[in-house]
């Protein structure tokens, strides 16, 4: 497993997990987002997904919002949500993290991924 910090404030931890399963099946889900604290909620993706996302690199950072001290992502169908930009303030490195998590999570090789789980 790998996962990446992507949210840090008073109420609220967000990461990006990636689950390498070497024999994962189009619709296991092996990357995943958890938002823990205020407003709570989570999504995942499948390796089918994964796929498509990796492929196409249909990964967006912006490095602004409407949240003080906070950019925006989006991964394919999942949209405009919140990361910290004093974790990230480089947008186009993290969107390559980004997808070398998802790349992870097809491959089980770490490529400039910053945290392990």
């Not at 919140?82 to 186009?92: V, W």
């Amino acid at each position: 497993m790998s996962s990446i910090l992507v949210l840090k404030n008073s109420t609220q931890e967000a990461k990006l997990i990636a689950e390498y399963n070497e024999n994962a099946q189009s619709q296991d889900q092996v990357f995943f987002y958890k938002l823990e604290g205020q407003n709570a909620t989570q999504w995942s993706m499948s390796y089918e997904e994964c796929q498509v996302v990796y492929a196409q690199r249909d990964v967006d950072v912006t490095p602004n919002s409407s949240h003080s001290g906070c950019g925006v992502f989006t991964i394919a169908r999942y949209s405009n949500w919140l990361y910290t930009l004093s974790l990230h303030p480089d947008a186009e490195s993290f969107n390559e993290e980004i997808i070398n998590l998802i790349g992870f999570a097809l491959t089980g090789e770490k490529s400039a991924v910053s945290e392990t789980a």
